[in-house]
């Protein structure tokens, strides 16, 4: 239901239909793969040619620096130690140092990452053919084109201004 409020806010429109997609993606991608969200984008943005860093890829999906050191931890082949404890990564990613920078690595997909994101891919698919199906083609690229033309145009930074109590 869409509040009489609200009924004029794309803002509104656009949160909500984004928690729906989520909400979908979050729930097959788990009950299929055993993934969530975000460690799908990860494995789908290791797919990029040329491969990106850490860092960049990081920024590119709105998630701390620190954090994604985490994530791809879980994401990697290699064995770790956080606080205490180790354990092994899942296998999908791998690091790789950058001929250029020692300190800087490429995240690239293993064979086992490869056959995950053709999975993932299916998945995807399946979800906005659900999520998609009241609208046509011709809407669906609209759409599609209306939101990368945004993401393209983005000249705001890429997190908030801190508020005076943070400061």
Known sequence: MIPPGLKDSLLFHLEAALRIVNRRSEILLQEKLGLGVREV???QAASSEPPLSQGCMADCL?????????EI????????????ATFRGSGYLKRERRADSRREATIV??????????????????????????????????????????????VLPAAPPKSKREK
């Open 41 to 43: 984008q990860i494995i």
């Open 62 to 70: 709105g998630v701390n620096r620190n954090v994604m050191v985490l």
């Open 73 to 84: 931890d879980r994401l990697d082949e290699e064995v770790h130690q956080h606080k205490g």
């Open 109 to 154: 997909l293993t064979p086992k990452g490869r056959r995950t994101l053709a999975a993932i891919q299916k998945l995807r698919a399946q979800i906005w053919r659900e999520v998609l199906r009241p609208t046509t083609p011709a809407q669906r690229a609209a759409l599609l084109a209306w939101a990368a033309s945004i993401i393209e145009q983005d």
